[in-house]
């Protein structure tokens, strides 16, 4: 019996040191080009912070890469839900999608914070300064819903 335990501790210790070799791709930058939401929009001091501390390490190109997102399969997961976030809005590529898209994603914005749906439960364990307080909802509202009423007063042959 002690010997089926001995190979099994060792067949999970080749396995953990293994999958240690497959590293998912982790891209950030620091730079702010011209395609981003703070080159493109009217994005006050305030609602950057928010932003910053709550949606861009998932919704941006500066994703902040905590220390367990280097030992798998914690970084596998932590990639994925970066990549998935980046996918369904990134602020760091704002520019680049069409204007009734960013409509769309505007109005989202407001959805998804009042409904408790971003930022994501799962995030909310491990960085609970990212939670948003009521008045940081209300702001994010505010300014979204402003930004969104430019689109609307925008003649659709500025676009």
């Known amino acids: 019996m002690k010997k089926i335990l001995k190979i099994s501790a060792i067949v ?8 240690q070799l497959y590293r998912p791709e982790r891209f ?8 981003h939401i703070t080159k493109k929009l009217n994005v006050p001091p305030d609602v950057e912070i928010i932003l910053k501390r709550s949606c861009y390490d998932c919704h941006s190109n500066h994703t902040t890469w905590p220390w367990y997102s280097n030992v798998a399969p914690m970084s596998w997961l932590v990639a994925d839900d970066v990549k998935r976030g980046r996918s369904k809005m990134n602020f760091s590529e704002w ?3 069409s ?6 994603k505007l109005d989202k914005i407001c959805d998804e914070i009042s409904e408790g749906e971003m930022p994501l439960k799962q995030y909310l364990l491990i960085h609970k300064d990212a939670e948003l307080s009521q008045a940081d909802k209300d702001l994010l ?3 979204s819903q402003n930004e969104l009423k430019k689109f609307e007063s925008t003649p659709e042959d500025e676009e």
């Open 141 to 143: 509202c505010s300014w």
């Open 95 to 97: 520019g680049k999608i």
């Open 28 to 35: 950030t930058t620091a730079e702010v080009n011209e395609n």
């Open 99 to 104: 204007a009734s898209k960013q409509e769309i």
């Open 12 to 19: 999970v210790a080749v396995i953990v040191v293994l999958i």
